[in-house]
C-alpha cells in the first residue's frame, strides 16, 4: 500500500461547526505533514508529526488542532473557522523529516 | 528574500520541445531536494529526489549546482502529459520541506 487516505474528499462547514478532517497511511512512514494550499499557491505547512510527536507547529491559529493517535492516522480537529480558512488541506507522509513526501489527495473545505 | 525562488511561467511549448527550469535556494544547509508536479485541483505528485549532483528519469533530468544555490529539470521530448505546475522543493536538513511557488508548463499541439 503505497497511498495516503484523506476524508472527507469535500466538507462545507458553517464558523460555529465543529468538525475533523483525517488521514491514514499504511507506508510504515514515521513524520506526518499537514499543508492548507489556496488557489495557485504553494502548499503551506501547518504542522509536522515525527514519531507521533509534534515537532513543527508554523504559528497555526488555535482554531486547528492536530492529532496524531498513532503512526498511521493523522486528524485535524477544526473548530470556529473564518471563511478565510477554505482551502484544500494536504496530508503528507514521509520514512522521516528528510525524506520524499508523499501527498493525500486533499480536503476541499469551504467555510461559510 | 524568499527561500526558494522559480519563475512562475507561464511556459508555453510544442509538444515535442525541451524545456528546462531553474530553482534557486537561499538556506545553505538544504541537504535534499525534490521536484514535484501539481495537476489542476489535484494533490501534488514527486516526479524526482535530487540528492546530489542531480539524476534522470526517462524524459526528465534534475541537476543540482551548490555552489550557486540552484536545481533545474529538464523536460526532453514534452508531451500533452506534461502540462502542470512543477513545483520545486528545499529540506534544509533536519528540517521541514520549503516549496517554491511553483512553475506553470502548457505543451501545445
Known amino acids: 500500500d503505497t497511498e495516503v487516505t484523506q476524508t472527507p474528499k469535500h466538507l462545507v462547514m458553517g464558523m460555529t461547526n465543529k468538525k475533523s478532517l483525517k488521514c491514514e497511511q499504511h507506508?510504515?512512514?514515521?513524520?506526518m505533514y499537514w499543508y492548507k494550499q489556496k488557489a495557485k499557491k504553494p502548499p503551506e505547512l501547518m504542522f509536522v508529526?515525527?514519531?507521533?510527536?509534534?515537532?513543527i507547529n508554523e504559528s497555526v491559529p488555535s482554531r486547528f488542532s492536530p492529532e496524531c493517535p498513532n503512526s498511521s492516522l493523522l486528524n485535524l480537529h477544526l473548530h470556529a473557522l473564518q471563511p478565510e480558512d477554505s482551502a484544500l488541506y494536504l496530508c503528507?507522509?514521509?520514512?522521516?523529516?528528510?525524506?520524499?513526501?508523499?501527498f493525500g489527495p486533499g480536503t476541499r473545505l469551504t467555510v461559510l | 528574500r524568499k527561500e526558494v525562488e522559480q519563475d512562475p511561467g507561464p511556459f508555453n511549448v510544442p509538444e515535442g520541445a525541451t524545456v528546462a527550469f531553474n530553482c534557486t535556494y537561499s538556506?545553505?544547509?538544504?541537504?535534499?531536494f525534490f521536484w514535484y508536479r501539481q495537476d489542476c485541483r489535484k494533490e501534488p505528485k514527486l516526479l524526482m529526489s535530487v540528492y546530489s549532483s542531480g539524476n534522470e528519469d526517462g524524459r526528465f533530468t534534475a541537476q543540482l549546482n551548490r555552489a550557486s544555490q540552484y536545481i533545474s529539470l529538464l523536460i526532453r521530448d514534452s508531451k500533452l502529459s506534461d502540462s502542470a505546475t512543477y513545483l520545486c522543493v528545499a529540506n534544509p536538513y533536519g528540517q521541514n520541506f520549503v516549496f517554491g511557488p511553483g512553475t506553470r508548463l502548457s505543451v501545445l499541439p
Open positions: 507506508m510504515g512512514h514515521r513524520a
Open positions: 503528507a507522509s514521509s520514512q522521516d523529516t528528510r525524506g520524499s513526501q508523499f
Open positions: 538556506n545553505s544547509a538544504s541537504q535534499s
Open positions: 508529526y515525527s514519531y507521533e510527536k509534534l515537532s
